[in-house]
């Protein structure tokens, strides 16, 4: 498959372009395309071969792991194990959007994602392209950032290309995007919450929510 790039509706993407991307995807292609935060580079979620060749495009270590898009709240159920209860309140807060919190994970997702982990970073972009895929693809969806390990995110497709020349499959232009420090990560996977990383939403929001939350749940 040789390296296209095509240009799509950032805020209402063209329903065949959005098929042509979620065919590639099925086929084993690594997509680049939008996010809320930065593009993004997205394969199969149970293709092993795809994710190698994700690690490998990346230069990534196989012992990180890599996080994932789902469409809605059933998506999500049908890939971890559990919910627990104090994930919810975050969900219902920052889901569609840059929180990408850790899950425990069941056998739907390849290990090679999770690194023998048992966790899995899961949020729903609220990008129309990347929600727009995530739902036609009827899966969950890598979202890991479209650069080499250790150089900064790609706002735009120029800074894309000039990772990875030809060696992206498909690459959907939605534009560029507006500045950002990234998704905020946290786990949720034990019965305390922990901020992994500190990105869009603040490590002092996360955490005076999760307090109010407790509250509500003991009244």
Do not use: C
Not at 15 to 27: K, N
Not at 58 to 66: E, H, L, S, V
Not at 118 to 140: D, E, F, M, V, Y
Not at 155 to 171: G, P, R, T, Y
């Amino acid at each position: 498959m040789m390296s296209r790039t095509i240009t799509v509706h950032p805020e209402q993407p063209e329903p065949i372009l959005i098929d042509e991307m979620t065919e590639a995807i099925r086929q084993g292609a690594i997509v680049a395309y939008p996010t809320e935060t930065f593009y993004g580079l997205g394969v199969d979620v149970t293709n092993d071969y795809a994710i190698k060749r994700l690690f490998d495009l990346k230069r990534r270590d196989y012992g990180n792991p890599i996080a994932v898009l789902v469409s809605d709240r059933e998506m999500l159920q049908d890939v971890v194990a559990e919910i627990p209860p104090h994930a919810d309140a975050l969900i219902n807060r920052y889901w569609p959007g840059p929180l990408t919190i850790l899950f425990p994970t069941n056998s739907v997702i390849s290990k090679a994602l999770t690194t023998n982990t048992g966790k899995i970073g899961i949020r729903i972009s609220s990008h129309p392209i990347a929600q727009a895929i995530t739902a036609n693809l009827g899966k969950p969806l890598t979202t890991t950032s479209a650069n080499l390990t250790g150089f900064p995110p790609s706002a735009n497709v120029n800074h894309v290309k000039s990772f990875f020349k030809e060696k992206i499959d498909l690459i959907a232009d939605g534009g560029e995007l507006l500045p950002s420090r990234g998704s905020t990560v946290v786990d949720v996977s034990e019965d305390k919450l922990v901020v992994i990383r500190e990105g869009d939403i603040s490590a002092e929001d996360i955490f005076e929510l999760f307090e109010e939350d407790i509250e509500s749940r003991k009244s």
